[in-house]
């Protein structure tokens, strides 16, 4: 009886991740096609979306090469664009810090 249980959650298991990968191709079809229909790359690099919580240094790097702050953009909403994409509060000052360390060496 106990093996008909696990033969069943095994079952319901590859049915997940079957469901997982059809799901994961998807959203990259989908970034695809939006990424065709703006001017801007779209990053489909999971592990350059990955930040460790105040890693200033990663997020230099990242936003210097993908997200470039514009000419017109103050600090504080540079900060405010990043923090939607990295899942952490972005201090502007430490940012702009940070920057400007990268640039002087």
């Known amino acids: 009886m106990e093996e008909k249980y696990l033969?069943?959650?095994q079952t319901t298991l590859q049915d997940m991740a079957n469901l997982h990968?059809?799901?994961a191709e998807k959203l990259m079809a989908t970034t695809h096609l939006i990424s065709g229909l703006s001017s801007f790359p779209v990053i489909t690099d999971e592990s350059r979306w990955i930040f460790a919580a105040?890693?200033?240094g990663h997020l230099v790097?990242?936003?210097m090469k993908y997200k470039p702050k514009w000419q017109?953009?103050?600090w504080p909403?540079?900060?405010l664009r990043l923090t939607?994409?990295?899942g952490?509060?972005?201090d502007f000052r430490t940012l702009r810090r940070c920057f400007e360390r990268k640039n002087a060496g």
């Open 7 to 9: 033969l069943a959650l």
């Open 21 to 23: 990968r059809d799901l």
């Open 54 to 56: 105040n890693d200033y």
């Open 61 to 63: 790097d990242f936003a």
């Open 72 to 74: 017109t953009e103050s």
């Open 77 to 79: 909403s540079y900060a």
């Open 84 to 86: 939607k994409h990295i």
């Open 88 to 90: 952490w509060d972005v």
